[in-house]
């Protein structure tokens, strides 16, 4: 079966870096997008970066571009998101998910991996 | 960026009630809408997508549908399972966009 199993996260200091990974395993891992949604503490969810299934291009919100880079190994069928001048505002759990092979809906989510960016 | 806004942001209602959420954009985006649905503690789960086809294994009670811009979720009979918070997301415009949410809880 599907699964995607997230590891990384933490505690950080305000402008640290932290880096996330996101195991696929139970599908094709090439063959799909992925992305990386955040959600704030109490808040709701905010896409904030996916890669297309050959590397080919990426995409990013405004709210972290410049900051935060998303990559993928398809040989390791991994996902991993760098996150570099961490601040405050960054804190929320981090959820890696699998679009659809048709388009940009989410069958699959990883279990979510808490960064907490405090002094 | 297209933004989503869900209405309301919360909603009280009794087992069996049939309970309807609103999701609006802010500018045309066909059919390029799913609903999921998120309990406390758990990752999303999706419900809709291409804004009124059910994914596999979700109950019939949910249903979706669009007339233009606005979005609607339903639930035709709630069950003490549904209570939950429920997020629309678009990917019509390559930055996808989530509404902020409607929680539903129980009267």
């Known amino acids: 079966q599907v699964q995607l199993v997230q590891s990384g996260g933490g505690l950080v200091k305000p402008g640290g870096s932290l880096r996330l990974s996101c195991a696929a395993s139970?599908?094709?891992?090439?063959?799909?997008?992925m992305s990386w949604v955040r959600q704030a503490p109490g808040k709701g969810l905010e896409w904030i970066s996916y890669i297309s299934s050959t590397n080919t291009y990426t995409r990013y919100a405004d709210s972290v571009k410049g900051r935060f880079t998303i990559s993928r190994d398809n040989a390791k069928n991994s996902l991993s998101l760098q996150m570099n001048s961490l601040r405050a505002e960054d804190t929320a759990v981090y959820y890696c998910a699998r679009e659809s092979r048709v388009s940009g809906w989410y069958n699959y989510w990883g279990q979510g991996t808490l960064v907490t960016v405090s002094s | 960026d297209i933004q989503m806004t869900q209405s309301p942001s919360s909603l009280s209602a009794s087992v069996g009630d049939r309970v309807t959420f609103t999701c609006r954009a802010s500018?045309?985006?066909?059919?390029?809408l799913a609903w999921y649905q998120q309990k406390p503690g758990k990752a999303p789960n999706l419900l809709v997508y291409?804004?009124?086809r059910l994914e596999s294994g979700v109950p019939s009670r949910f249903s979706g549908s669009v007339s233009g811009t606005d979005y609607t979720l339903t639930i035709g009979s709630l069950q003490p399972e549904d209570f939950a918070t429920y997020y629309c997301?678009?990917?019509?415009?390559?930055?996808?966009?989530f509404g902020q949410g409607t929680r539903l809880e129980i009267k």
């Open positions: 500018q045309a985006i066909g059919i390029s």
């Open positions: 997301q678009q990917y019509y415009d390559p930055q996808y966009t």
């Open positions: 291409s804004a009124s």
């Open positions: 139970g599908f094709t891992f090439s063959d799909y997008f």
